[in-house]
Every structure is written in C-alpha cells, then in structure tokens.
C-alpha cells in the first residue's frame, strides 16, 4: 500500500513538472542589454507560449512583482494574445532595475501551476555612489484624494436619482464640460508656473489625468517624457539635467492655451 501510495505521488509530481514545462517564456528588454544599470526606468517584452484559452488575469497579477530578484514591473502597457499566434501572450511593460544582482530563475503560478522564467544574457551595471537614501519615485496616483471625492460625488447622485431623475439627468449632461473646463483651466495654471523639479515631476505623474484633456498628444510631449524618465531617479539634478528638462517641458508649457 505504501508503495502504491508513494507511486502516485511521484506521478502527481511529473505531472506537474510536465506541465509547467509546456510553456515556454521569453524575458527582453527592448533596449540594449549591454547597458542597463540600477536605477533605469526600461521597457521589457514578455512572451508566453503556447496558452490556450489564456486567463490573462493571472499575468496581470505580475504587476508590482520583482522578478529574477531586480527587475519591478512597475506597469503593465499592454497585455494580450499575438496578433500573429492566439496561443502567445505577449506582455509589454515598465520595469524598474533594482539590483545589479539578478537571479537566474524566476517562477510563478498560473492556474496554480509553476511557470519558469529564465534570464539569459543580461548584465546590469551596478550605480555608482549610491546612497543609502536612495529612492524610486512612484509612477502612479491612481490612488489620489480626488477619486474618492469623485466617487462619493457619484453616490450622492445616484441617491437623488431616485426623487428626481428628469432634473439629474439635465444636470449630468452639463456637469461633464464644466468638469473638464476646470480640469483644463487648473492644468494651464499648473503648466504656466513650472519652474522646480517637484512641479514637473508632479505633472509627469499626472500624464494620465491631463493627457485626456487635450486633442492628441504629440512627439514633444513623448519628448518630455523620455527626458524627465533619464533623471527622475537621480538624488539630486545637475545644472545640465535641470536645463535639459526645463527645455523639453518649455515645449509644450502652452498645451492648454486656448
């Protein structure tokens, strides 16, 4: 009976090893590898294959992990099966170098499977005079006051629907343009009196906000972007880093002038 017992159990785990090893991974970052170091903001392509039927859901549950021990996956750009093969997910994403010390192997769980991802090829160069004060800036507010505000707004409206749903139904139609006329008026301001590191990395962190505002978003802002991305994790600016950004942003200070 032990031996019975002892046998399944070993097919049990072949099993589970067999299936894990079915898909395949991929780790790339789309720069080159040769100069990554601690610090960089870079974007990385993840590919898994092949996936049937794929729960994308489980892979999106690698957002704010640190995979191989050094890379953070701060967020997910895109996330979906290949226009070329339904069967390959393809994961684009902004990772955050932490460690000049990566792990070999990275393994986590999809539908309670283990999934090995291997890093091959890839060398990080460790910063230089790096304080122990060190920090990463945070690339999201999408926890900000402003949307419980918003939401409590919302559930206020839903109880007055009740009473008086012709006159909410007016209001709602007019209150949308004068939101987004004081969203916009209040981002010009913020524009206009840029001066200090602070102010534009606080607009860069509300790109998200201010970007829906305007009629499309063009190569000067992507630009700033790419610009603030190179310094932001630095302790302290340079005389050259600050004009360089103040330069980049100087473009499209205006993006809410009438």
Do not use: C
Request: charged share 30%; no cysteine; net charge neutral.
């Amino acid at each position: 009976m032990k031996i019975l017992a002892s046998l399944l159990i070993t097919i049990l785990i072949l099993f589970g090893n067999a299936f894990a090893a079915n898909i395949n991974t991929e780790f790339k970052p789309a720069q080159d590898i040769s100069h990554i170091k601690e610090g960089d903001l870079i974007e990385v392509n993840l590919r898994f294959w092949p996936v049937e039927n794929a729960d994308l859901s489980q892979f999106k549950k690698l957002e704010k992990t640190v995979l191989f021990n050094a890379f953070y996956l701060a967020q997910i750009i895109s996330l979906e099966p290949s226009a070329n093969n339904a069967d390959v997910i393809e994961l684009k994403g902004l990772f955050i170098v932490k460690s000049a010390k990566p792990q070999p192997l990275f393994v986590f769980k999809y539908n309670e499977s283990p999934v090995e991802m291997h890093l091959d090829g890839v060398k990080i160069e460790e910063l230089k005079n790096k304080n122990s004060d060190y920090f990463i800036l945070e690339q999201s507010l999408n926890g900000s006051y402003i949307f419980y505000i918003l939401a409590g707004v919302f559930v206020l409206l839903l109880v007055a629907a009740l009473y008086k749903r012709q006159a909410l139904k007016e209001f709602i139609i007019g209150l949308k343009p004068d939101a987004e006329k004081k969203a916009r008026k209040k981002y010009d301001a913020e524009f206009r009196k840029a001066n200090h590191r602070d102010d534009f990395e606080k607009i860069y962190l509300e790109k998200n906000n201010w970007l829906k505002l305007l009629e499309s978003r063009t190569p000067a802002h992507n630009e700033f972007f790419r610009v603030l991305n190179q310094y932001q994790f630095k302790k302290d600016w340079s005389n050259e880093d600050y004009s360089e950004v103040r330069s980049s942003f100087d473009v499209i200070r205006r993006s809410f002038e009438k």
